[in-house]
């Protein structure tokens, strides 16, 4: 895999084949632009090396995708059964499940029939010229930039629980300490190995979790009341902010380029995201029912299901495999967030392992860290600011951007191009939307707290 500086500067034009479906394959040079955006970890291909030479198989692969994407967004799936009713939030989930089949599916040839770009505004420039890099520039990568700030949230309220109230520092500082060293690992291939512990401790967290609802005596369980559609008390914002709750639990499109460019074969990411996405449906299906029957809408639904537990020792485990979940997903997205700034502000490479190379790293994921830490100190509401963050870019990482490039840039059925033109009014209605609403319910909330 390539890391800052590695690649050389491309010394000809880059060549985008576009099998069209009327007549035959057509080629054409990418338009980089020129805004001054430089690649500078390009990956270029010949008859002597090819990019799947190396990199990761898709095992290492989906261990990444699944510590990335199935976290934090399952916590908040309980709160969406609360407010939409078993109906609604189980059709919410297998739409979105299938709309991740199909988001995958796009991905995969998007990158296998580009092997020469490995970020995502190099695409968006070579399908739609500016406009499509500031949009891209505008969705995808502010999700980038905010998505850790999300982590960091999570990672404080879990290091909350295990601290148990007790002074010292806060767990947002302690958090950020821990991760200002982790944040240095730059290969994505030697995050791969770590992911496996994040996958695995996620899944033993929520195992844990779905024990105590369905076998411990809850004292909110007597008055749980349930219901098959969205109740009086929920609002149409809140059905709204809900629904992007979903978005954001089957989000991290953004990163996906990444992943797949550091693919020995970027075709077999398409069984990278059906592997995930079965995965994900079919435990958020399992943590969503068992929370709702178990607590219905009695607790606070503004936080993740495993801060409003009856504190004991299982919990005290939980919220410790979800720290050590939380921090690996940290050190994947400050490693997309660092490696996508110097790309696009870098105007000159620096060696990989030089003083400069480890320096403009250090530099920009601490920033990172310090930021995300801010962020969340700002904002700590969980529910509502997973729902703007999946307003802001999920919306757009998974499907907008998805569909505009495939219908600029791959050979698509008519049921596929059907499908893709209307994603396209479909997701920008949603993210309007969704901003408004989320916005609104944190004013609300932030003018209400104490």
């Known amino acids: 895999m390539s890391e800052v500086g590695d690649a050389e500067a491309p010394t000809a034009p880059l060549l985008a084949t576009v099998p069209d479906a009327h007549s035959g394959p057509k080629s054409f040079p990418l338009d980089l632009g020129d805004d ?7 990956e270029r291909t010949t008859s002597h090396h090819s990019a799947d ?53 796009l991905f995969t040839r998007l990158a296998a029939a580009h092997p020469d770009v490995s970020v995502y505004h190099r695409l968006a420039g070579a399908a739609y010229g500016r406009r499509g890099r500031w949009l891209v520039f505008g969705t995808v990568y502010t ?73 411990e005596p809850l004292p909110e369980r007597a008055a ?50 059906r592997v995930g996405a079965v995965t994900m449906t079919a435990f958020y299906l399992l943590l969503g029912c068992a929370g709702y029957w178990s607590l219905g809408s009695a607790y606070d639904l503004s936080k993740p299901i495993t801060s409003v537990l009856p504190q004991d020792g299982w919990t005290v485990l939980t919220n410790a495999m979800l720290l050590i979940h939380c921090l690996v997903a940290y050190q994947i997205n400050i490693n997309v967030l660092t490696h996508l700034v110097l790309t696009v502000v870098a105007k000159h490479r620096a060696p990989a392992r030089s003083w400069r190379g480890w320096g403009a ?21 969980f529910s509502l600011v997973i729902a703007l963050v999946a307003a802001v870019g999920d919306v757009a990482a998974g499907y907008l951007i998805p569909a505009l490039l495939a219908l600029r840039l791959l050979p698509l059925g008519r049921a596929e191009r059907w499908l893709c033109r209307a994603l396209v009014p479909l997701s920008v209605a949603l993210s309007a939307a969704g901003i408004f609403s989320a916005v609104r319910e944190i004013v609300h909330d932030s003018a209400a707290a104490p």
Request: proline share 4%; aromatic share 8%; hydrophobic share 55%.
């Open 36 to 42: 001054g955006v430089e690649d500078i970890t390009l």
């Open 53 to 105: 030479a190396a990199g990761n198989g898709w095992k290492a692969t989906t261990f990444i995708l699944l510590t990335d994407m199935f976290g934090l967004g399952a916590l908040a799936i309980p709160s969406v059964f609360a407010h939409l009713g078993w109906l609604a939030a189980g059709v919410a989930l297998l739409a979105l499940g299938s709309a991740m089949l199909f988001s995958g599916s």
């Open 143 to 215: 999700l980038i930039l905010l998505s850790p700030a999300v982590i960091h949230l999570t990672s404080a309220e879990a290091l909350g629980v295990l601290m148990g109230g007790r002074g010292g520092p806060s767990p947002g500082l302690l958090v950020t300490l821990a991760m200002l060293p982790l944040a240095q690992v730059r290969s994505m291939e030697d995050v791969g190995w770590v992911s496996v512990v994040g996958t695995g401790t996620m899944l033993a967290a929520v195992a844990v979790t779905l024990g105590k609802l369905l076998l």
């Open 224 to 273: 749980a009341a349930t219901h098959w559609l969205p109740p009086a008390s929920t609002t149409p914002r809140l059905a709204l902010v809900a629904l992007l709750d979903v978005v954001f639990a089957y989000g991290g499109q953004q990163n996906w380029f990444r992943y797949a460019s550091t693919m020995r074969k970027r075709s077999n990411f398409l069984l990278v995201t």
């Open 361 to 381: 790293w250090t530099l920009v994921s601490g920033v990172g860290v310090l930021a995300s830490w801010a962020l969340a100190s700002g904002i700590p509401f």
